[in-house]
T-cell receptor, first 111, second 111 residues
Framework: DAKTTQPNSMESNEEEPVHLPCNHS???????IHWYRQLPSQGPEYVIH???SNVNNRMASLAIAEDRKSSTLILHRATLRDAAVYYC????????????FGAGTILRVKS | NAGVTQTPKFQVLKTGQSMTLQCAQD?????MYWYRQDPGMGLRLIYY???????DKGEVPNGYNVSRLNKREFSLRLESAAPSQTSVYFC??????????FGQGTRLTVV
């Protein structure tokens, strides 16, 4: 299975944009890139996913490198509520039901 | 709007005792998952079920059994609990390629 690499932690100021990187140099051509986040004492929640093109939704944007070896989750204006662990996950095409989480990035937001 | 419901929320077991963690979803999802999360760590996949009647091992299946009782319910059984199984257990469900929804977790302590 392809693996992802994320920084252990990042810090941001409230109301500023946040760019959370993820490296996945061994990604396969049809692996989807998923992002989830986990707020303190809660189960994870879905943020966004994409394959090749950049994606936007109400929560965030996902920028995918042209060679697909890396991606960046963009929170346009961080709030205190965005403080969480953010997970970048590859969903293999051959087992679309499998979701394997890595260690994730702890995002701290300062007021 | 229940989503994914896990019972119990908290449990303390003695070493060697058995118990079953229950999970039910009301979203008519085909896929269901069991994860464990140790303190300060990411989620690790224990077992998953792509559809009613099928189950597959995840990253850390040893010491656990699962049953996909019907489309709604996916249970996780510990036959002989060990202190190393002290963790927070999350159940999740998903329909096809869409986002996964997680329960609030079961906090299990084995003494």
């Amino acid at each position: 299975d392809a693996k992802t690499t994320q920084p252990n932690s990042m810090e941001s100021n409230e109301e500023e944009p946040v760019h959370l990187p993820c490296n996945h140099s061994t990604i396969s051509g049809t692996d989807y890139i998923h992002w989830y986040r986990q707020l303190p004492s809660q189960g994870p929640e879905y943020v966004i996913h994409g394959l090749t093109s950049n994606v936007n939704n109400r929560m965030a944007s996902l920028a995918i490198a042209e060679d697909r070896k890396s991606s960046t989750l963009i929170l346009h204006r961080a709030t205190l509520r965005d403080a969480a662990v953010y997970y970048c996950i590859l969903r293999p095409w051959w087992d679309g039901n499998k979701l394997v989480f890595g260690a994730g990035t702890i995002l701290r937001v300062k007021s | 709007n229940a989503g994914v419901t896990q019972t119990p929320k908290f449990q303390v077991l003695k070493t060697g005792q058995s118990m079953t963690l229950q999970c039910a979803q009301d979203m008519n999802h085909n896929s269901m998952y069991w994860y464990r999360q140790d303190p300060g760590m990411g989620l690790r996949l224990i077992y998953y079920s792509a559809s009613e009647g099928t189950t597959d091992k995840g990253e850390v299946p040893n010491g656990y059994n699962v049953s996909r009782l019907n489309k709604r319910e996916f249970s996780l059984r510990l036959e002989s609990a060990a202190p190393s199984q002290t963790s927070v257990y999350f159940c999740a469900s998903r329909a096809g390629d869409t986002e996964a929804f997680f329960g609030q977790g079961t906090r299990l302590t084995v003494v």
